[in-house]
């Protein structure tokens, strides 16, 4: 794996990079930010790798789990009974582009219109290399100017290669852990058949962090659909018939 190893300050530069980036969709309000059971950033992999097909197998996955009626169950029965949730492409170490601004979903009709905004997105980046790193250090800096307040802070990673490009993303991890939050992984396989052992060891991290892997594109709906209930609900699934060879892994991180 080929890396160029970069001092810490620049997951930080990532950080302010990330809050900034969206500060004009944020949902701060003059009486404090709300309060909400998890704010999770999905992390969408748009690097050269993802052609359109594959690109829109992604896409349409994420717009399904939204309109699940599971995933809305999960997302009500938490304390609060709300969560709230942004998306972002990624691709190289400084290729990021915000394509869902913080939402809160509480309810079938927010979940709806969270799954419209996603499914008109257009994809923004094509290609630039292939970051985790860059995802997760950017993914860190977005909860800064999110408008809410939770116990749990999730970046989502999806994507189908490895870490090759910016720093090690293990230290990527590392800080974005240490500034308390949780990295989960949805490692797709169609490319790289080891690809869940790389989230496994270098990506995920934080208390309970799991991955989910994805055998196919084909079958990427079904596993983002299990990962978002076992992230929102803190539940964990068993693969369904439909998942075609799935397997779930889970880290204490």
């Not at 058949?193 to 934080?206: A, M, N, R, W």
Request: hydrophobic letters at 45%.
């Amino acid at each position: 794996m080929s890396e160029q190893v970069r001092p810490s300050r620049r997951a930080f530069a990532a950080y302010a990079g990330g809050a900034l980036a969206i500060a004009g969709t944020s949902r701060l309000r003059a009486e404090g930010p709300q309060d909400v059971d998890l704010q999770l950033a999905l992390a969408v992999d748009a690097s050269g790798s993802v052609n359109a097909y594959r690109f829109e197998l992604q896409k349409q996955g994420y717009v399904a789990a939204f309109r699940d009626p599971q995933v809305l169950r999960a997302i009500t029965s938490g304390m609060l009974g709300s969560i709230a949730v942004m998306m972002y492409q990624w691709t190289g170490p400084r290729m990021q582009a915000v394509v869902a601004p913080w939402t809160k979903i509480d309810d079938k009709a927010s979940c709806e219109r969270f799954a419209a905004v996603i499914a008109e997105a257009p994809r923004r980046l094509f290609g630039g290399g292939t970051s985790i790193a860059g995802a997760v250090d950017y993914g860190a800096g977005v909860f800064a100017a999110s408008g809410y307040r939770s116990q749990r802070r999730v970046i989502d990673v999806s994507g189908d290669g490895a870490n090759t490009s910016g720093r090690p993303v293990s230290r990527a991890r590392d800080d974005a852990v240490a500034a308390g939050v949780t990295i989960n992984g949805l490692p797709i396989l169609a490319l790289e058949y080891d690809l869940d052992e790389h989230y496994k060891t270098d990506v995920i991290g934080g208390p309970g962090a799991f991955l989910v892997p994805a055998k196919s594109f084909e079958v990427f709906a079904e596993a983002v659909r299990r990962k978002l209930i076992q992230e929102i609900a803190g539940v964990e699934l068993s693969p369904s018939p439909r998942s075609h060879g799935e397997k779930a892994a889970r880290s204490a991180g």
